[in-house]
């Protein structure tokens, strides 16, 4: 059985730029907005198993609300995205994704992805933030909320830093995610089957 993942966050903080440079090594800047859902398949080998996952990418505006959410049912794990160069509001921005994803998945594990870190070198882009009296988020901003919301039990699994433009981060945030997932499978058939049981 194929295991989906769920990318959510706001309209263009860059969720499909993310899967693009994961599975296809490019970025391209000019597409125009996702929808409501898209799927695409992919397949990897995990300490000498294949696995096959589905990355569900999800449309962030409102319209879609009700659409988007029909992709929730049976993640096995969300990356809940935000991009560095939007720091207004971010805490309660995070806030209304980790509460719709909860709402639908209780336990399902959530892993935040700050998205574009190259940002954080464009002048011009910190200026305009600046004018505006905001600054980039920084690590250790993001590193503090992954814990904050994880003291109030959304369980935030992990945070990474990412950027398609460059790749930074990207293999290492799928890569790492998809152990994750495979992991927590192989611990709950244990549990489910007892197959760890020495007689
Ligand atoms: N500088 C920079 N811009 C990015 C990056 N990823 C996305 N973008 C820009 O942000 C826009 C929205 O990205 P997209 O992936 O479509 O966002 P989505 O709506 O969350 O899927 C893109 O058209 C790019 O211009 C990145 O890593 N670095
Ligand atoms: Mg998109």
């Not at 996952?53 to 879609?64: I, K, N």
């Not at 980790?98 to 011009?124: F, N």
């Amino acid at each position: 059985m194929s295991n989906k993942l769920v990318m959510v966050g706001e309209s263009a903080c860059g969720k499909t730029c993310l899967i693009r440079r994961y599975l296809e090594n490019n970025y391209n800047d000019k597409e125009g907005t996702t929808a409501s859902f898209y799927k695409k398949e992919h397949s990897t080998t995990i300490d000498g198993i294949t696995h096959s996952f589905d990355l569900w990418d999800t449309g962030g505006q409102e319209d879609y609300d009700n659409l988007r959410k029909l992709s929730y049912a049976d993640a096995k794990a969300f990356l809940v995205c935000y991009s560095v160069d939007q720091p207004q509001e971010l805490e309660s921005v995070l806030l209304k994704w980790m509460s719709e994803v909860r709402e639908h998945c209780p336990k399902t594990p959530i892993v935040l992805v700050a998205c574009k870190t190259d940002l954080r070198k464009s002048a011009q882009r910190r200026s305009e933030l600046r004018a505006n009296g905001y600054s980039m988020v920084t690590t250790a901003k993001g590193d503090e909320l992954a814990r904050k919301f994880k003291l109030r039990e959304f369980c935030v699994e992990r945070f990474y830093e990412t950027s398609s433009l460059t790749g930074k981060g990207v293999d290492q945030l799928f890569e790492e995610t998809f152990r994750m997932i495979v992991t927590k499978e192989n611990t709950k058939f244990r549990e489910r089957y007892g197959c760890c049981s020495i007689i």
